[in-house]
């Protein structure tokens, strides 16, 4: 027998309950974001309703919201806290305030909400992930974080894109192999400013793909917080649900990246594959 022939590692049965208890929060849309998109059913009748640049600009908002996302939260995220539990109680309260404050405005209010909760969004994603033992300094980590927002579990509602979770990373993985060589090449610093910019570099049309995955949700976000007033309670309950949604996909998220570090992506993949939800 040749030694050297690579040795097939079997994934352990506490590993195989992680990866099925993953798969189950990632392609099961939970109870509150399922009555979310029960009724957003007519709101994205009318959000068709609305003109084209009120559509773009929630498209571009997003984006933008994104892009500061991310250059904020690379900025201050301190270093030597690997592993560490995340804090998603706090976070949730932060993000709660945010929609309150957002939806008293109505559709005033909204984009500096939208800014405001996707930060703290992208933060509690950060510190998920460094729960999980990554290096959030790391471009691939902060890259892999960015994709949380395109993870939206799978819903008969979801029948223009493909939403299953190996099939969002396949679809993002070009976009993400481009983005993480062109900020190899540029440097973190030159980074930020492009971030602040827009523009059509890997990141800017990495950010745009995740974003197109993430406007339908934020849409049925902007038509619920639209009337003042009666959009606080709405914004509150809305960016608790939604950062409650995030946290999981996050959780879920960086627990198979890190058994893949364990075992390599094909074996979890496959494990992943094989395992029925019911």
């Not at 300094?137 to 993870?151: D, G, K, M, R, S």
């Not at 993985?173 to 062109?182: C, I, L, S, V």
Request: contains cysteine; glycine residues 6%.
């Amino acid at each position: 027998m040749n030694s050297n022939l690579p040795q097939i590692q079997t994934i352990t049965p506490e590993d195989e309950l992680l990866v099925k208890k993953s798969k189950h929060d990632l392609d099961q849309v939970s109870f509150l974001m399922k009555a979310f998109n029960t009724i957003g059913t007519p709101i994205d009748a009318g959000m068709l309703l609305l003109p084209e640049k009120y559509q773009n600009k929630i498209h571009l908002g997003i984006q933008k919201a994104l892009q500061i996302a991310v250059k904020a939260n690379l900025t201050t995220m301190k270093k030597g806290k690997a592993q560490i539990k995340s804090s998603n109680g706090i976070y949730k309260i932060v993000t709660g305030f945010s929609g309150a404050a957002g939806g008293f405005f109505g559709a005033a209010g909204f984009t500096a909400d939208l800014v405001l909760s996707t930060k703290f969004m992208m933060r509690s994603i950060m510190d998920i992930a460094r729960s999980q033992g990554e290096d959030v300094h790391n471009i691939e980590t902060q890259l892999a974080c960015l994709q949380v927002f395109a993870l939206g579990g799978t819903s008969i509602d979801d029948d223009e894109i493909d939403t299953s979770y190996y099939a969002t990373r396949a679809a993002l993985q070009t976009a993400m192999n481009q983005a993480g060589t062109y900020i190899a090449e540029n440097g973190t610093v030159k980074i930020l400013d492009v971030l602040a910019s827009q523009t059509s570099t890997p990141i800017a049309r990495l950010i745009n793909q995740v974003a197109a995955r993430n406007s339908l949700q934020v849409s049925e976000k902007f038509a619920a917080q639209a009337i003042p007033v009666i959009g606080a309670a709405a914004g509150a309950s809305i960016n608790v649900i939604f950062i409650s949604h995030f946290q999981k996909m996050a959780t879920a998220h960086f627990t198979l990246r890190r058994l893949e570090r364990k075992y390599g992506r094909e074996v979890i993949q496959q494990t992943y594959n094989q395992i029925f939800i019911s």
